[in-house]
């Protein structure tokens, strides 16, 4: 069994930063493909960010130039570093990842538990 953890989160004014980590812990050969979502209240969960194992990353337009997703391969962790947040980057935000988990080819995705981040203005 695979879990990814988030951690990070918190109260930050606008203009400053944060960097969330999702440890992924468990029988875990290595991290195929990553993302960090986010959900606002009210709204639906959207994608900030992803990378493949190739290093191909990508960004949502209302996020590029601010965050960055990187991972640490040897400790299992997905980061996301975060610029210059503004109040409309307050939400839960959520990691994900593609693992393979046996040397047959077997993988397993899913979500870790989300972590709170409020910008304030």
């Known amino acids: 069994q695979v879990q990814l953890v988030e951690s990070g989160g918190g109260l930050v004014n606008a203009g400053g930063s944060l960097r969330l980590s999702c440890a992924a812990s468990?029988?875990?050969?290595?991290?195929?493909?990553m993302g960090w979502y986010r959900q606002a209240p009210g709204k639906e969960r959207e994608l900030v960010a992803e990378?493949?194992?190739?290093?191909?990353?990508s960004y949502a337009e209302s996020v590029k130039g601010r965050f960055t997703i990187s991972s640490d391969n040897a400790k299992n962790m997905i980061y996301l570093q975060m610029n210059e947040l503004k109040p409309a980057d307050t939400a839960v935000y959520y990691c994900?990842?593609?693992?393979?988990?046996?040397?047959?080819?077997?993988?397993?995705w899913g979500w870790g538990q989300g972590t709170q981040v409020t910008v304030s203005s």
């Open positions: 994900n990842a593609l693992v393979s988990i046996g040397s047959d080819g077997a993988t397993w």
């Open positions: 468990g029988r875990i050969f290595s991290i195929n493909e």
């Open positions: 990378s493949t194992s190739g290093g191909v990353s």
